[in-house]
Nanobody, 121 residues
């Protein structure tokens, strides 16, 4: 059982930056792969980035070069640093604790409540 709490969302102008945090409790954080998803109004939830328990990362094409996912196992926290934000990044952002399949991230049943990111002038 893992409990996840996201924070750090807000309103930011295009070109700005935000850093999201996801704090985990209730289980051994370091064994999980972790991921950030987002869901915009009227759209399906999409995988934005993931990080393995060893720290290897992967990103969805639209955020490559702009977003950085990282984790601090000592603090049971995963981060998403978002730079050069554009209006299309507006969404509710969720973190997830899962595992790695042969090549892809496999979402687990543990989700946070989400944190809203709005990019607008």
């Amino acid at each position: 059982q893992v409990q996840l709490v996201e924070s750090g969302g807000g309103l930011v102008q295009p070109g700005g930056s935000l850093t999201l945090s996801c704090s985990a409790s209730g289980s051994i954080f370091s064994v999980y792969a972790m991921a950030w998803y987002r869901q915009a109004p009227g759209k399906q939830r999409e995988l934005v980035a993931h990080i393995t328990h060893r720290g290897s990362t992967n990103y969805e094409d639209s955020v490559k070069g702009r977003f950085i996912i990282s984790r601090d196992n000592a603090k049971n926290t995963v981060y998403l640093q978002m730079n050069s934000l554009i209006p299309e990044d507006t969404a509710l952002y969720y973190c997830n604790a899962g595992q790695m399949g042969i090549t892809d991230y496999v979402a687990g049943p543990y989700w946070g409540q989400g944190t809203q990111v709005t990019v607008s002038s």
